[in-house]
């Protein structure tokens, strides 16, 4: 079946600091990738996506490349704030018939001051 | 646009009391429809989906039900709620159909937090 493996945290990072949240996947075919974002108290809410491989998806400096020859989807911001302290979420969706989202456990990021 | 909302945002429930949990969508139709939950510090767990009227996959053995009366309208059931069923809850949408490299983008609602006390 589908799996999503990411890290599980709690990162913290100092304000502007350079981030990395790896994701990996196993999934037969080409399945779309996301990232999903929650904070506090929240439900989550879509932050980024890529459909096929070698897309980049970004959104509020986060980015992210679809790389079907490592499997991966790492999340990356080149200076992050305290307002991005929340937890992440990778996923993924096959690329056929029912579409079943499969999450990854979320990577909380704490940003200090 | 579409939009999903869901209800009751907070509730305190006593061990042995029912639960009805109510998520609705607006501006689609014929949406799959899911309700999840997340423990305290953990990940999320697919509790039912539906892929239409009437049509219940549950993906774990538990205490809770799932229905959804109408299209886009999906209900989380308990008849006594147990301790353990403590958590966030949340309801989500994705559009139905094949997929293909088109990405179905799935979309949650603001969770409701459970409390059985």
């Known amino acids: 079946g589908n799996s999503v493996t990411q890290m599980e945290g709690p990162v913290t990072l100092s304000e502007e600091a350079f981030l990395t949240i790896n994701c990996t996947y196993t999934?037969?075919?080409?399945?779309?990738l996301f990232w999903y974002v929650q904070y506090p108290g929240e439900g989550l809410q879509l932050l980024l996506k890529a459909t096929k491989a070698d897309d980049k998806g970004s959104n509020k400096g986060f980015e992210a490349t679809y790389r079907k020859e490592t499997t991966s989807f790492h999340l990356e911001k080149g200076s992050v704030q305290v307002s991005d302290s929340a937890v992440y979420f990778c996923?993924?969706?096959?690329?056929?018939?029912?579409?079943?989202?499969?999450f990854g456990i979320g990577t909380k990021l704490q940003v200090i001051p | 646009s579409q939009t999903i909302h869901q209800w009751p945002a907070t509730l305190v429930q006593p061990v042995g009391s029912p639960l009805s949990l109510e998520c609705t969508v607006e501006?689609?139709?014929?949406?799959?429809l899911y309700w999840y939950r997340q423990a305290a510090g953990r990940g999320l767990q697919l509790l039912f989906y539906s892929v239409g009227i009437g049509q219940i996959s549950s993906e774990v053995p538990q205490n809770l039900s799932a229905s959804r009366p109408q299209d886009r309208q999906f209900i989380l059931s308990s008849k006594k709620l147990l301790l353990s069923d403590s958590g966030f809850y949340l309801c989500?949408?994705?559009?139905?159909?094949?997929?293909?490299?088109?990405?179905?983008?799935?979309?949650f609602g603001e969770g409701s937090w459970l409390t059985v006390v």
């Open positions: 999934a037969t075919g080409y399945p779309s």
């Open positions: 989500a949408w994705n559009e139905a159909g094949t997929g293909g490299t088109s990405g179905n983008t799935i979309y």
């Open positions: 996923a993924l969706t096959p690329s056929g018939g029912y579409q079943k989202v499969t």
């Open positions: 501006g689609t139709s014929n949406p799959n």
